[in-house]
Nanobody, 113 residues
């Protein structure tokens, strides 16, 4: 009974910031490796950031330099700090344990012009 629960989404103006959180609970030995995905209406779900057990991070070109993925293992939480947000960042953002069927419910991020 593994659960991933995202929070922190909302409505923000272009240029603003949001921080998403993903709390992992249940039968999970580690929060790593973890990834953040997003899906905009009419578009394919996109992997935008990953973090490995060793702390190595990778980012999609669309968010590199603006978004930062991090973790706090003591809190079983993965974060996505999003800065300099653009309207094209508007999407539902999902937390995912890579290589598993475990996904969060998604949190809506809307960036206005």
């Amino acid at each position: 009974q593994v659960q991933l629960v995202e929070s922190g989404g909302g409505l923000v103006q272009a240029g603003g910031s949001l921080r998403l959180s993903c709390i992992v609970s249940g039968r999970m030995l580690s929060i790593n490796p973890m990834g953040w995905y997003r899906q905009a209406p009419g578009k394919q779900r996109e992997l935008i950031a990953t973090i490995t057990s060793g702390g190595t991070t990778n980012y999609a070109d669309s968010v590199k330099g603006r978004f930062t993925i991090s973790r706090d293992n003591a809190k079983n939480t993965v974060y996505l700090q999003m800065n300099s947000l653009k309207p094209e960042d508007t999407a539902v953002y999902y937390c995912h344990r890579l290589g598993t069927e475990y996904w969060g419910q998604g949190t809506q991020v809307t960036v206005s012009s």
